[in-house]
């Protein structure tokens, strides 16, 4: 048996699929009979440098175009990381576990409040994230089921973000919002749902004097079937679409 | 073009999470990324989203780059390529092409003439390649279509396309070592 010649034919072989392996054309087994192959094909090699050297040519090649100056914004407001909490000396912990408690409760009852109002105007049958509750408390279960984002602001340097919160599979969710500056008369704060070029209405959304605010929304299909969220400033007679006065945004 | 040993500073800077160095990488890249991304998609709310996906992942260390495997940018645009075609797979998209029955070889090329003549590389040597192997390089690199896909698009059968994709790919290589010999 001539093992050269049928290396030969082998590497021939190879060589003649290393057009479509180097553009991901070829199929499991054949993507695998060249990755074992290649090691002792030189020509086979060389030739997919090649073919890799005229990709990132492609690739560097096409006609630039400069993205939107809101984009980087975006990117650097996305990298944002949560700040650390200060640890307290242990005898003060207690104090402070105490009041955040009293917090969470106090806080919870005026939302639960502000939320069975916004139920109410909804008219729907209380959301299902906040469910069949013993108690009186707004519930932030920690479950696997729940999804949450924070939608950071479009611009650099405001204090403007939003939370969104729903549960898998829901079409119903809550926002809130903090930090929001005021909003001139006429115009309102709107929430959308975006995925390609398609957006959704989620609903307008009051702030109160410190610049806070929450939305009980509805939509008529899962909110996991869209992938951005934005606030933007609206007229308050209603807009076929977004406007470019984005305030807050964020992935889903 | 950058020093090597810039970009080496960079990615470490990167690693340790430093904003600046991200800020610095995408003042360097962006449009590089953002203009392949558009390239891919054809639609600029999804390439801003390709672009921002890119540089997230690179900034949180999803793949690393190895200076020995090559050049941050090619690096970089790979990743931007691969995250614009998930993208199109994922949108369920037409590529901008949109090629008929690969009959009349001249009609077939004038389909998208702006494609051709905005890329650079493509420009110089789309004369030398027959129209219909150009076309069929622009679905499989810029589509992300396999030859099957290609086939149902085009209408040819699939032994048709993978025979003139590979003579396509071939003629270009051939085509670029050419033009690299002579620089």
Redesign the interface.
């Known amino acids: 048996m001539n093992r050269n010649l049928d290396r030969t034919t082998d590497c021939d072989a190879i060589v003649?699929l290393i057009?479509?392996y180097?553009?991901?054309?070829t199929d499991p087994a054949e993507t695998a009979r060249v990755e074992a192959a290649l090691s002792a094909c030189p020509e086979a090699t060389a030739?997919l440098i090649?073919?890799q050297?005229?990709?990132?040519?492609?690739?560097?090649?096409?006609?630039?175009?400069?993205?939107?100056p809101r984009?980087?914004s975006?990117?650097?407001a996305?990298?944002q990381?949560p700040t650390e909490p200060r640890r307290l000396p242990v005898r003060w912990a207690w104090l402070a576990t105490a009041g955040a408690v009293a917090a969470l409760l106090l806080t919870n009852f005026y939302w639960f409040g502000r939320i069975n109002d916004l139920t109410a105007r909804l008219n729907t049958p209380t959301p299902q994230i906040i469910g069949n509750q013993p108690s009186n408390a707004f519930v932030l279960a920690n479950t696997s089921d729940l999804r949450w984002v924070r939608l950071p602001p479009s611009q650099q340097n405001t204090g403007a973000a939003a939370f969104l919160m729903w549960n898998a599979e829901s079409k119903i969710g809550i926002l809130y919002a903090t930090g929001f500056p005021p909003v001139v008369a006429g115009m309102t704060y709107h929430l959308w749902l975006?995925r390609?070029?398609e957006f959704l209405s989620g609903g307008d959304l009051t702030v109160d004097a410190n610049g806070k605010g929450a939305l009980l929304f509805n939509i008529q299909e899962p909110i996991d079937k869209w992938?951005?969220a934005r606030i933007t400033v609206e007229p308050i007679d209603g807009s076929k679409k977004p406007s470019e006065m984005v305030i807050v945004n964020g992935?889903l | 073009m950058h020093p090597e040993s810039d970009d080496i500073y960079l990615m470490a800077q990167i690693a340790r999470?430093d904003?600046h160095a991200?800020?610095t990488l995408?003042q360097q890249y962006?449009?590089?990324v953002?203009?392949?991304a558009?390239?891919v998609l054809q639609?600029?709310?999804?390439?801003?989203?390709a672009?921002?996906d890119t540089?997230?992942k690179i900034?949180q260390q999803k793949t690393t780059w190895d200076p020995a495997k090559?050049?941050l940018?090619?690096w970089l645009?790979?990743i931007?390529?691969h995250t614009a075609i998930d993208r199109l797979r994922r949108?369920a998209?037409q590529p901008a092409t949109h090629p008929e029955a690969i009959e009349d070889v001249e009609a077939f090329g004038t389909l998208r003439p702006e494609t051709w003549q905005?890329?650079?590389?493509?420009r110089s040597l789309i004369q030398h390649i027959p129209a219909e192997q150009a076309t069929l390089?622009e679905l499989?690199?810029f589509g992300g279509l396999?030859?099957s896909e290609i086939a149902e698009r085009t209408a040819l059968p699939l032994g048709t396309i993978?025979t003139r994709?590979?003579s396509g790919?071939?003629k270009?290589?051939e085509l670029?070592?050419e033009t690299?010999n002579h620089h």
């Open positions: 003649e057009p479509d180097a553009f991901g054309l030739q090649d073919f050297n005229i990709q990132n040519a492609m690739r560097a090649g096409v006609a630039q175009v400069e993205p939107p984009l980087e975006r990117l650097m996305a990298t990381k975006t390609a070029s992938t951005w992935k | 999470q904003d991200l800020h995408y962006g449009t590089a953002y203009s392949l558009y390239r639609n600029t709310t999804l390439a801003e989203e672009t921002q540089f997230l900034w090559g050049a940018k090619s645009l790979t931007a390529h949108e998209r905005d890329d650079i590389l493509l390089i499989a690199f396999s030859h993978k994709l590979r790919l071939r270009l290589r670029w070592l690299s």
